[in-house]
């Protein structure tokens, strides 16, 4: 999270993505940060993946590429003050 919001305030797209089980956890940590931005444009993908199978990662990369692909060029996050 601390690089994604560097990445932003320094004019970098990023996008971060986490599981659903993290969306609580990233709200509050981007919201801590100064830029809650971050984690309402993350894409979030189904929970677990730490037992998923390769062919079950690539089935969620594919699942979420468009909302990656969104989330980077939307670029509608505010910038970081300070």
Do not use: W
Not at 3 to 23: C, H, K, N, Q, W
Request: aromatic share 6%.
């Amino acid at each position: 999270m601390h690089d994604l919001v560097d990445y932003e305030s320094r004019g970098i797209p990023s996008v971060m993505v986490a599981t659903s089980e993290f969306v609580n956890a990233a709200e509050y940590q981007a919201s801590a940060l100064g830029m809650s931005g971050v984690a309402r444009q993350a894409a979030y993908v189904a929970h677990p993946i730490q037992d998923a199978t390769d062919a079950e990662i690539r089935s969620k990369a594919q699942n979420n590429f468009q909302a990656i692909v969104h989330a980077l060029i939307q670029q509608d996050l505010p910038t970081k003050s300070g």
